[in-house]
């Protein structure tokens, strides 16, 4: 439904990184493909500005023409609101827009100034309605979205996985006072319970206290603090422990207790902290209270007062820890600072239903948590000029599980997890960094005819640089830090800057080399016995697998010695086939069909990589269909199924498949899986638990992932694996690749 | 004083206790709540349960033994909290020419002492209005005195019962609160004085109980507030509190315990806030500049929290509707202060009336859910916090009958904090 307006004018608006300081019409610049908008103002804090924009992507060579839906959320101060409505009236106002979306407290206030200003009517939203919606949204939405918080631990944040079935849950959202609200389906939920003392209490009771303005600052004062200087402990009033109710001499009997005492100075600091103390162990005293009533386990914490400060995650964890003694953990959100403008924004595009859609963070354009850490420079975080974004990509389909994963509710794609492995971490960060040149090189090389590419791809490698660095410091920035989410975030960037398909060519040039061989290469193998045929299919699957331009060991060949091919993979690989889809799967799937096994053949559904996307494998299939009776025939009597994954990474999310595809793997009642490519079975789904017989392969690219899986470069990873209980069978079967 | 959420509901913890304790008998207790009929004896012998206190085997042959087992005077008992302590004394009124003669000097002392005066040294009060009259104890009668003193002069008091020799009456002190811990060795080496130590919510409870039951005359001890939501027809009124169980029985001292009790012996230990009367006490001192409970109270009575607190109504215009919230509701406890200005134009008295409506309000909020979650409907509030503090318990009247749509009851007791020391008083009189 996103009416495009043309390639994005102005790439270098881009170049920004998207949470520094910088003119606020630069921010709005970027928005210039608007179509929609909803606004949520804080009472005193930031303001979110969420807006869709259609950006049409350069896309030279697929048949199709990919329009991306993306949403744009800014945060920003409130002395930019003039700046923001500006912006709305010279881009947004001209289009049939009569009535704009608006929540949060400050709605109330504005109301007045948006009004006069854009000449449109304000409906303001239900505060807690657009909280709650926008909620559900990111829940749902974003993987690694919710985290528990241990401060002591090796990684500070822990990520859930997405779990499809978010509710029944407690939202506890701590704005100058507390809301605490049950939600128990997408518009079902009720305000249960409250609390007066919350952020605004520790502000204003600190502000008095402490004659400190600032809420960052009280937040500053209270980590240097000691509250047991100010607060009466159990030890202070028994000498030690109360033994037989099992209360330890820390606990704190009664907050401010020791300074009921008019001859005793207190420190700012020691104030400070016994006042953040009090109130959260007060909240999560009560959330705990209102989670037993209902009978609630999963509890999520949001509102200003915790927006990603460690300080006080840390004390709610701390507090709900004592008060349900672990039986509850403390869940907090990513992006819980957005979720009043998502939940207007959808409430004002309920008439195109938004869950008929996927939607995924796009880490080119977001700001990670933390985006400016409060260790590296406290006091920038809420200085005026940052900005924090998000924006997610739209995908007109539906992304489920693949119904054949074991248990959804543990699958965990990834396989190495970066932001718990340092080691890993910094290998990783340091690999992608290395091969940023020839990324680059690769990008300007794809894009001959265009001047600016050279520029542009420099533009690339500085953001994507940015981010690297940005996640050595903070690997929990976008969530888990993996493999896939380094690569996945590559391709954002390259998205950005007009690259979105930098192998385009080279893998045209190569499928057309590897057509001319079809023949003869399907000719060979069917001169071998059976036996021998079945291990030259598998080889020739591994040696196209070879054909990755993302490995760098391939790619430092590769690029070398141009004259490096097929010959020389088969080689060193001993044997012989052809350029993975084309003279690795398809003789694979040929052997198949013939056997009159039904196959499905999965494939991206966007670029990433040099890897095939299902627009390319619809024009190639029927290329070879015309040289290939049995793929014809295969084709024709719906034995071959093309579908697309709905994956756009060169690793593979089966918790997030486009929803066609996992119909058919239910219609069809498919028995074998077989995941192909170091992305997709060993970055992602090595250690997937499916419920049907599955098959990993894939060539070990990297020595430093073949030392750590105890191999050598080059190795294979052949991993053929039974459910638990089901006997081994013969294959007879189709196979998402 | 009190503690943060702990829940005792668990029955290994009474192993270790179960051979300190006995319950008294109910023929001694004139008056005494008669437990559910059956539900002690019917326990089987030795099963666990989850009381306090398992069984009263031993107290029946007791009313035969009193005068053998009755402790010599004077009868104190006492309770240490973490602000004040608390002692209550019975005098005598009984004493037979032939005792009087008996009586030894530095006893008959102490008695004139504290029964001629009304304040000790600086801080010491003894608050005539709650003395009871005549009762009859362990087959005596006499009055039964308040005392009340800041737990910082303890020194002051061991040091007078050591100049009075206190220690050579040979008396046992019995002690509760944190205080009879932590002071102990003080006792031992200021006043030659070894303590008697007791559990404080075993002597709250049993306090409570018993003074309840011997109230006859006089004011009522429990009373509640009739129409609390009208301020102008809000009036207390007396409440007999006869098959009390259960009940959530609200200690409200420096910090918050709240309690439990579903018959005599059996009860368990909800939760707790710190957010008390410590609290309140401390950040009127930080804010106000004042330094006792009473200026406190003093100030708060003056002043108006909604200069300070952000009400429903300062966000919304009006109620918030779609979650009933009425605009009245305060949304945000000194949310008004997180301005400048604002701050600039606020008292003192504004301040300190805040913070009592803060502390108050939130002790209301978290006794509302254990309620809910324990499934009781009737509340009794006790502890130092109360004292003279009207303002606070019509809060709490209000907030108790609001909030739960005139589901819960908020109960008084005049004698609000001096049942730990009643409790430790009777543990000397009757121990276990």
């Not at chain 2, 169980?245 to 409200?252: E, G, Q, S």
């Not at chain 2, 009473?294 to 607190?309: F, K, Y």
Request: hydrophobic letters at 35%; proline letters at 4%; one cysteine or more.
């Amino acid at each position: 439904m996103a009416e495009c307006s043309g390639i994005d004018s102005n790439p270098s608006s881009h170049t920004m990184d998207k949470s520094i300081t910088l003119p606020p019409d630069e921010i709005f610049r970027n928005l210039e493909n608007a179509k929609r908008f909803a606004i949520d103002i804080g009472t005193w804090e930031l303001k979110t500005f969420g807006i869709i924009a259609a950006s049409d992507k350069l896309y030279e060579i697929s048949v199709q023409e990919e329009v991306t839906a993306r949403l744009h959320f800014i945060k920003f101060e409130n002395a930019y609101i003039e700046t923001c409505l500006d912006f709305i009236k010279d881009h947004l106002v001209n289009t049939e827009t009569k009535v704009i979306k608006a929540t949060g407290g400050g709605a109330h206030k504005f109301k007045e100034l948006i009004e006069r200003k854009l000449g449109l009517k304000v409906d303001k939203e239900d505060e807690m309605t657009c909280l709650i919606k926008g909620c559900n949204f990111v829940l749902k939405n974003i993987p690694h979205e919710a985290f528990v918080y241990a401060k002591h631990a090796d990684s500070e944040f822990r990520f859930q996985t997405t779990n499809p079935d978010i509710f029944p849950y407690l939202l506890v959202n701590i704005g100058s006072g507390v809301s605490i609200v049950k939600v128990e389906a997408e518009d079902k939920f009720e305000r249960i319970g409250g609390s007066s003392i919350g952020g605004g209490t520790f502000w204003g009771l600190g502000a008095l206290l402490t004659k400190t303005k600032r809420f960052d600052e009280l937040l500053q004062l209270a980590s240097k603090g000691q509250h047991t200087n100010v607060d009466m402990l159990v030890k202070d009033i028994y000498g030690g422990s109360y033994g037989c109710l099992g209360l330890t001499g820390d606990l704190i009997a009664s907050s401010f207790g020791k300074s009921a005492t008019a001859d005793k100075e207190f420190s700012k600091e020691d104030m400070a902290k016994s006042l953040l103390h009090m109130i959260s162990n007060d909240i999560g005293q009560l959330a705990c209270l209102y989670a037993k009533l209902h009978n609630l386990s999963r509890v999520y914490f949001g509102g200003f007062f915790i927006r990603g400060h460690p300080v006080t995650m840390h004390t709610i964890t701390y507090s709900i820890n004592f008060f349900t003694k672990g039986e509850v953990q403390a869940l907090f959100l990513r992006h819980e600072g957005y979720l009043g403008a998502i939940g207007a924004f959808l409430k004002g595009a309920e008439e195109d239903n938004p869950n008929q859609y996927s939607w995924g963070e796009n880490y080119a354009g977001s700001s990670g948590l933390m985006s400016v850490s409060p260790d590296m420079n406290p006091m920038q975080r809420a200085r005026s000029g940052t900005f924090d974004m998000l924006e997610m990509d739209r995908l007109e389909r539906q992304l489920v599980n693949l119904p054949l994963l074991q248990d959804p509710s543990s699958y965990i794609p990834d396989t190495v997890d970066l932001t718990e492995d340092a080691l890993a971490r910094e290998y990783w960060l340091y690999c992608f960094e290395e091969a940023l040149d020839g990324v680059v090189k690769r990008a300007v090389a794809s894009q001959p005819d265009m001047l600016e590419a050279a520029l542009r791809a420099e533009k690339f490698r500085q953001k994507y640089r940015h981010k690297l660095q940005t996640l050595r410091h903070q690997p929990f920035a976008y969530g888990s830090l993996t493999v896939r989410s380094l690569l996945d975030t590559r391709e954002h960037c390259l998205n950005e800057f007009n690259f979105p398909d930098p192998y385009s060519k080279i893998k045209q040039r190569e499928n057309d080399v590897a057509l001319k061989y079809y023949q003869k290469a399907v000719k060979s193998l069917e001169e071998l016995s059976w036996e021998e045929r079945q291990f030259a299919l598998v080889r020739g699957v591994l040696a196209g697998n070879v054909f990755d331009w993302g490995a760098k060991a391939v790619s430092d060949v590769l690029e070398s010695d141009p004259e490096f091919g097929f010959e020389e993979a088969k080689r060193q690989l001993e044997d012989n086939s052809g350029v993975d889809i084309i003279l690795g799967v398809m003789p694979f799937v040929r052997e198949l069909l013939s056997r009159g096994t039904e196959v499905v053949l999965a494939s991206n559904s966007g670029p990433a990589l040099n890897d095939v996307t299902n627009g390319e494998l619809q024009i190639l299939t029927e290329r070879i269909a015309a040289m290939d009776p049995v793929i014809q025939a295969g084709l024709r009597d719906d034995r071959l199924m093309l579908v697309q994954s709905g994956s756009s990474s060169p690793c593979l999310d089966l918790s997030r498949l486009d929803k066609v595809l996992a119909m058919v793997v239910r219609e069809r009642q498919t028995d074998l899986v077989i995941i192909e490519g170091m992305g997709r079975a060993i970055h992602t789904n090595y250690y997937a638990m499916l419920s049907c017989e599955s098959l990993k392969m894939a060539v070990i690219k990297n020595s430093w992932l073949a030392d750590r899986l105890g191999g050598k470069l080059f190795s294979v990873v052949f991993k053929y694996e039974v459910p638990a209980g089901k006997p081994s069978q013969d294959c007879e079967t189709s196979t998402p690749s | 004083m009190a503690f943060n959420g702990h829940q005792r509901d668990d029955d290994t913890v009474d192993e270790d206790e179960t051979p300190t304790k006995q319950p008294r008998s109910n023929k001694e207790m004139p008056g005494y709540f008669r437990s559910e009929p059956g539900s002690e004896a019917a326990a089987p012998a030795g099963r666990a349960t989850p009381d306090r206190r398992s069984s009263n085997a031993t107290a029946r042959h007791r009313s035969d033994s009193v005068k053998k087992t009755r402790p010599p005077f004077p009868w104190f008992g006492m309770d240490i909290g973490g602000t004040l302590v608390k002692l209550v004394y019975f005098e005598p009124k009984d004493i037979t020419a032939e005792e009087e003669q008996e009586e030894v000097e530095n006893l008959k002392s102490i008695r004139r002492y504290l029964t001629s005066n009304t304040a000790y040294g600086k801080t010491g009060i003894r608050d005539v209005h709650l003395q009871l009259q005549d009762l009859t104890l362990c087959g005596r009668t006499g009055n039964l005195h308040f005392i009340r003193f800041p737990t910082h002069d303890l020194p002051a008091f061991l040091q007078m019962g050591r100049n009075k020799h206190f220690s050579s009456l040979h008396t046992t002190l019995c002690a509760t609160g944190g205080g009879a811990y932590k002071f102990e060795s003080d006792f031992r080496t200021m006043a030659d004085l070894q303590l008697h130590k007791l559990d404080e919510l075993d002597c709250l409870i049993r306090g409570v109980l018993y003074i309840d039951s011997v109230v006859s005359s006089g004011p009522s001890e429990c009373y509640y507030f009739e129409n609390p939501t009208e301020p102008d027809r809000c009036v207390q009124k007396p409440y007999t509190l006869e098959n009390p169980y259960p009940l959530l029985l609200v200690n409200i001292g420096s910090g918050v315990s709240i309690l439990a009790v579903y018959s005599e012996n059996n009860y368990k230990r909800v939760t707790g806030t710190s957010l008390g009367g410590g609290t309140f006490l401390g950040l009127c001192c930080l804010l106000t500049g004042c330094s006792t409970f009473e200026e406190a109270l003093e100030m708060a009575s003056l002043g108006e929290s909604t200069r300070v607190d952000k009400l429903v109504r300062d966000i919304y215009g009006g109620d918030y509707e779609r979650f009933g919230l009425p605009g009245w509701a305060v949304a945000s406890s000194f949310g008004n202060m997180m301005s400048k200005e604002k701050r600039e134009s606020v008292s003192k008295e504004d301040l300190a009336r805040a913070t009592l409506v803060t502390i108050t309000n939130n002790i209301g909020s978290i006794t509302r859910m254990c309620a809910l979650n324990e499934n009781i409907e009737r509340v009794v509030f006790v502890g130092n916090f109360l004292r003279v503090n009207t303002l606070s318990m019509k809060l709490l009247a209000y907030a108790m009958d609001y909030w739960s749509k005139g589901q819960l009851k908020a109960l008084f007791l005049r004698h609000e904090g001096y049942f730990g020391a009643v409790g430790a008083l009777l543990e000397l009189l009757h121990p276990s």
